[in-house]
Every structure is written in structure tokens, then in C-alpha cells.
T-cell receptor, first 114, second 111 residues
Framework: KNQVEQSPQSLIILEGKNCTLQCNYTVSPFSNLRWYKQDTGRGPVSLTIMTFSENTKSNGRYTATLDADTKQSSLHITASQLSDSASYICVVSDRGSTLGRLYFGRGTQLTVWP | EADIYQTPRYLVIGTGKKITLECSQTMGHDKMYWYQQDPGMELHLIHYSYGVNSTEKGDLSSESTVSRIRTEHFPLTLESARPSHTSQYLC??????????FGQGTRLTVV
């Protein structure tokens, strides 16, 4: 069964600190992995997208890594800001269907305190 | 910035009413999706379409229906709204091998 598991479920950090969010998946055959940021009551916004051959990708203070062998990904946030408070969702796409199905994790709820 | 729009953003409606949630995208994407999301929970796929006149049900059983008469438009309809339909509904679209773009969502409350 294709699944995406994220940890931790929630995380509280102080402003300025770094943090790392984890994503493990069993989706096969793998196409790509995306990290989204979702503010409360709004639609998810893409942060990064990585294919099988990419190990790391950065977007400002966000750095995503991918280990396709162990089927693990991480999202590292550097020098956190209050505006980073949101849910971070790991999404994996398969290439076994014409639609390229998206499999969503439950998200990590990040809260940044001043 | 993604060109995908959902209306209305918020809707409070009485039980038994028929409602249509609108979703439009101007990116020419063939694939469009409807997701349902309860607060603090993951997104559940309820409908998807990979082109005009092609629609399929998703993982989560839903009493809603969809249509795809035009590439840019993917409305979702509830014939008779019930309190159990209260949730947030998110529309998304994607092109071939591109990321999915999400609308801002419609928060539906059925009273």
C-alpha cells in the first residue's frame, strides 16, 4: 500500500532556531517528492520538488533532501521566523498511472515562538 | 504565482440545499483534483480528472459529483448538503510532470 509518513506530528521551536522535518514513503514506482507549506485555512504552497536523481534542493531557508534508496526525505528550515508557523506536508507522486497520483502525508505542524 | 481560483472562499448553507463549488485554472493543465480536508488532518482525494469529459472518484467516498466540460473549469456539486459535508475543499491542478498548484480552498459549513 502506498503511504507517506511524516514526523514529528507537531513541533515547537524558538524564533531563529533550525529544525528538520522527516518524511518516509512507500510509494512505488516513485516519480517525485514535494514539500508544501500550508497556512491555516489556506491552500498548500509548493516549497520544493525533487525527482529520483536529485539528492538535495534549496529554496531560500528551506533545504530538502531525498534518499531514494531508503525512501526518506527531510526538510530543513534554517533560522526560523514567526511566519514559518504552518503545516508542512510531504507529497509523493507515483508514475504507475497516467494520472501521476499524489500521496499526502498528514503534515508536521510547526509553531515558531518569539 | 499559481493561477488557480476557487469560489466562494467561505460558505454557510442550510441542510438540504444544492451547492456548487467553483474551481478554475488558467494554466492549461489537463489534470485537476478535488481534495477534502478536515482541520488538522491530511488531504483526502475525492475526485480527479485527467482531461475534458474524464472524471474519476478518488480514495475518499463522497456524495459530491464533478464535471469537466472545459479544460479550465472543474466544479464540484453537492445535490443536498448535510452537516457531515462540513469541511474544507481544496482544488488543485497539474501539468505533465509539473508540480500541483492549489487553490485557496472553500470552507463549507452546513447548518
Amino acid at each position: 500500500k502506498n503511504q507517506v509518513e511524516q514526523s514529528p506530528q507537531s513541533l515547537i521551536i524558538l524564533e531563529g532556531k533550525n529544525c528538520t522535518l522527516q518524511c518516509n514513503y512507500t510509494v512505488s514506482p516513485f516519480s517525485n517528492l514535494r514539500w508544501y507549506k500550508q497556512d491555516t485555512g489556506r491552500g498548500p504552497v509548493s516549497l520544493t520538488i525533487m525527482t529520483f536523481s536529485e539528492n538535495t534542493k534549496s529554496n531560500g531557508r528551506y533545504t530538502a533532501t531525498l534518499d531514494a534508496d531508503t525512501k526518506q526525505s527531510s526538510l530543513h528550515i534554517t533560522a526560523s521566523q514567526l511566519s514559518d508557523s504552518a503545516s508542512y506536508i510531504c507529497v509523493v507522486s507515483d508514475r504507475g498511472s497516467t494520472l501521476g497520483r499524489l500521496y499526502f502525508g498528514r503534515g508536521t505542524q510547526l509553531t515558531v515562538w518569539p | 504565482e499559481a493561477d488557480i481560483y476557487q469560489t466562494p472562499r467561505y460558505l454557510v448553507i442550510g441542510t438540504g440545499k444544492k451547492i456548487t463549488l467553483e474551481c478554475s485554472q488558467t494554466m492549461g493543465h489537463d489534470k485537476m483534483y478535488w481534495y477534502q480536508q478536515d482541520p488538522g488532518m491530511e488531504l483526502h482525494l475525492i475526485h480527479y480528472s485527467y482531461g475534458v469529459n474524464s472524471t474519476e472518484k478518488g480514495d475518499l467516498s463522497s456524495e459530491s459529483t464533478v464535471s469537466r466540460i472545459r479544460t479550465e473549469h472543474f466544479p464540484l456539486t453537492l445535490e443536498s448538503a448535510r452537516p457531515s459535508h462540513t469541511s474544507q475543499y481544496l482544488c488543485a491542478s497539474s501539468g505533465e510532470n509539473t508540480e500541483a498548484f492549489f487553490g485557496q480552498g472553500t470552507r463549507l459549513t452546513v447548518v
